[in-house]
Every structure is written in C-alpha cells, then in structure tokens.
C-alpha cells in the first residue's frame, strides 16, 4: 500500500513516500515515531479502515484488561492474533476497536472494513500478551451476564465445569462444546476466567459465540432441578455403556480436586474405561470423551460445520 493512498480525514493527500525507508515523514502512519495527531483513514481497493495513532488512555484500557479487575471494570477483554480476529471479523458486532503494529494495517483492514484501527509502536510489544505476538488485537465487549436457566431453556444437556483452573484446559474444553453443538455452558466459581487472554486464545473462537454462565454455585444446579451425572473415575457406570440422558446436567471436575462433594452426593458418577495406568484424565480430554459420547448417542445436535469463509 502507498502513502498516496493514505489520507487526513478532511481529506488532503500525504506527500510522502512510506515505503521508501529513507523517508519517516511525521504524519504517516507506517513510520514508527511520531504519529500525527490528526485521525486518518486508509483505502484499498477492498477495504476502508480509520486508523489513529494508540491514545494513553487505549493503552491504558489495553494494559489493564490483562488482569481480571480490570477487564470487569471496563466490560471487555482482548482477542490477540491472525486467527481469533479471522474469527471476529465473521462476527464483529461486540468490537470496540482494533490495534495493530503499523506493518499489520493493511491485513487488519481488509478484514474490518471502517472498523477503527489504532497504530502502536513496534516497541510496544507489551501490550500483546504473547511472546511472540502477530502484531494484531482487538478491543471486545464482554456479553451480558447470563443465568443458567437461561442456558437451559436453549435444551440439554447441560455442561457444569467445576473448579477448571487451568485456561488451556478452559479453552479447550469451551471450544470443544461448541464443536459438538453445546447450547452453552456452566462455569463453577473455582474456574479460570473466561475471559482470561489464555482461556481466549484456546478457545480459537468460541468465545466469540458459545453462551457462558459464569460463576455459577453449586446449589443454582440444585436449583435447576435436573439430574445430575458426575465424571468421576471410580463411577460404577461406564461411559459408552450406560445411557445417556438429554435433560440433565454433566459435571466435569478438575484433575486436583474432582467434583464437589455436595454434587457427587446428589448426582450419578460415570467412568469412563481405561484407567489400567495413571492417576486420572486430563480435564479436557474427559470432557472431549463425554462430549463425543453425548453427540454418537443423539443426545445433543450436530456438530459445528467448519467455516469455509477463512480467506
């Protein structure tokens, strides 16, 4: 892309050259410092995005949503990479806005047209949460809080994960449900954060789509009043054997600690065979087994078809 292309907004042409490195004119965007204080946009011939330099208070709000507290206080969390903003950009309705190194802006604006984007330096690394960052994120709204009822009006089976810690875990298991065509799930108050960028990026996605009830207590399933069935490795029930139900709430603990006692007391507890070697599965891998059990057995839907629309 030229700087030719690149203009003010109130629409008077730049002069210089962007690609020539020889030339760090002060107002174009794809020089690393300084960046114009006047708001721009960029034109392609597919896409046309408004791009500013990174204000103090962005990356401020960028910073802080690296930490719980603060993406609770301002409503949002990141999404980081070429992939999860693939997946964004096919769903951009809870985008606040994007950020990028300069070198990324024409591949972040082809995907969001007359999105904002904000230019960082190349040095402010930090604000991405990898060590080996693509040099793209985005600015998303969280959803509403949702009740477990809710998730349940949608149909079963229900999804409870207690005490996940682990955001790869988390992830995995939240992009795994959507797969097998889960209506949502139900996070018990001991998990990871949803929203957490690790839980986010092992999502590859689903965050952006899969209905989450968070901090759920264990007497709220009480209250929902469906039966129980408890993942547990010295379950009398075999999974693959025994008979699976649609309307009922499936529990899958954490390797550490295992499902709580008040729910394990009140529920069905189903193994799942193996076991000869080891201590236990990992939390992900038995709720993967359980998942596709419940999916061969009609319990829940068809999976997620693949998107085909990935450019």
Known sequence: MRAREVQRVHGRRLNADCNDPRSRHPECPFAFMPFSPYQLSITSSSAAAVIAPLSRS??????????????????????????????????????????????????????????ECCVIDSGDSALFGTENAQGVGAVVTMPEPIAPSTIAAAGGPLLYLDRIADPGNLGTIMRTAEWFGLHGILLGAGCADPFNPKVVRATMGAIFRLPIADRVRAEAVLDLGWPLVALDAGGSDILGVAALQRRAVYIVGSEAHGVDAVLAERGRRLGIAGGERGESLNAAVAAAILLYELRRGGTIGQPSAPRTDRA
């Open 58 to 115: 962005r990356a401020t709000l960028i910073r802080s949503l690296h930490r719980r507290k603060g993406r609770e206080a301002g409503r949002a969390y990141l999404a980081e990479g070429e992939r999860l903003l693939d997946e964004l950009a096919a769903e951009p309705g809870a985008l606040r806005f994007l950020f990028c190194h300069a070198d990324r802006l024409e591949w972040l604006s082809s995907r969001f047209p007359g999105a």
